[in-house]
């Protein structure tokens, strides 16, 4: 699917899974190198930038590894999706009913600048929904609910580490688009590419620190979690060994031997249950004494 919005004397061409008719009315309106026209039609694995004589092109990934190819050229931009990225959905409906942008000297790398500003202000959204989640998680922890927190931590941090490894290769990017976009675009451009590149540090400082959250309380959960089964297991052995002398007791007497104390008394069953009971009692006060429960 192709759609236009012109603004400024710019052309904006959003292509959304792009066909192979599509991408070739483009390279033969745009004069699409034949590398660039074959990228087109499906995924790339890395974010890059690559300069060619009339524009530049260069692909980033965002949240969810959702992909967005951008085509500069002097008079227009390309940009290409292989499924929905609600902020350039959004700003290409504001575009078309009329929304103005009055920058001086405008130009295609302008309209980049406010795509990717758009699309790194829908990650620092993100980002702000893990740090909440994150916060319930370091509540639940408290409330011991730390097995329940497990999953939960597990799928947190999947989020996070994607987050990261999508966002990690901006930094090559924008740095190489800043030094070759003054050159592309005029000296004033700097602004705009020194204020994408700020924009990614924001996120990626955002994204260390939620790492490093996410780091504290999967340990500190980890170590709840041992000490509750420490405890269960702790209990179950003192069980165990208060149980242990009543049944070794009881075991004696119940040994088919001649001579057997007590045995055949009048009141031989009450004095094997007062020794159970007894020796119970002398060990749980041992327990006690030693502070093991």
Do not use: C
Not at 46 to 54: A, R, S, T
Not at 75 to 103: C, M, W
Not at 156 to 169: E, F, N, T, V
């Amino acid at each position: 699917m192709i759609k236009k919005v012109l603004h400024n004397g710019i052309t904006w061409v959003d292509l959304e899974s792009p066909s192979s008719e599509d991408v070739a009315t483009l390279s033969k309106e745009f004069k699409l190198h034949p590398l660039i026209s074959s990228e087109l039609l499906s995924p790339s694995l890395q974010p890059k930038i690559n300069v060619y004589k009339d524009y530049l092109y260069i692909i980033l990934h965002f949240i969810d590894d959702k992909e967005v190819d951008f085509i500069l050229g002097k008079n227009f931009i390309i940009t290409t999706r292989y499924e929905e990225v609600e902020p350039v959905i959004k700003f290409s409906k504001a575009l078309s009913i009329g929304e103005q942008l009055h920058d001086n000297n405008f130009n295609s790398g302008i309209l980049f600048y406010y795509i990717t500003k758009g699309l790194y202000t829908e990650l620092e959204d993100e980002l702000s929904r893990q740090l909440v989640h994150l916060k319930n998680i370091e509540e639940s922890i408290y409330a011991g609910n730390e097995r329940d927190m497990v999953i939960s931590l597990a799928d947190s941090g999947r989020k996070i580490l994607d987050i990261h490894q999508s966002l990690d290769p901006h930094k090559d990017v924008l740095s190489s688009f800043q030094l070759i976009s003054q050159d592309f675009f005029n000296k004033e451009y700097r602004r705009y590419s020194e204020s994408l590149l700020s924009n990614f540090y924001k996120v990626h400082r955002q994204i260390k620190r939620l790492s490093a959250l996410h780091s504290e309380l999967r340990s500190t959960n980890d170590s709840l979690l041992t000490t509750k089964q420490n405890s269960i297991m702790q209990v179950f052995t003192i069980v165990a060994f208060v149980t242990l002398v009543p049944s070794l007791i009881a075991s004696i007497f119940g040994m088919n031997a001649h001579n057997m104390p007590f045995i055949g008394t009048q009141y031989d069953f009450w004095l094997i249950i007062f020794l159970m009971v007894l020796s119970s009692t002398i060990i749980f006060i041992f327990f006690k004494h030693k502070r093991w429960l």
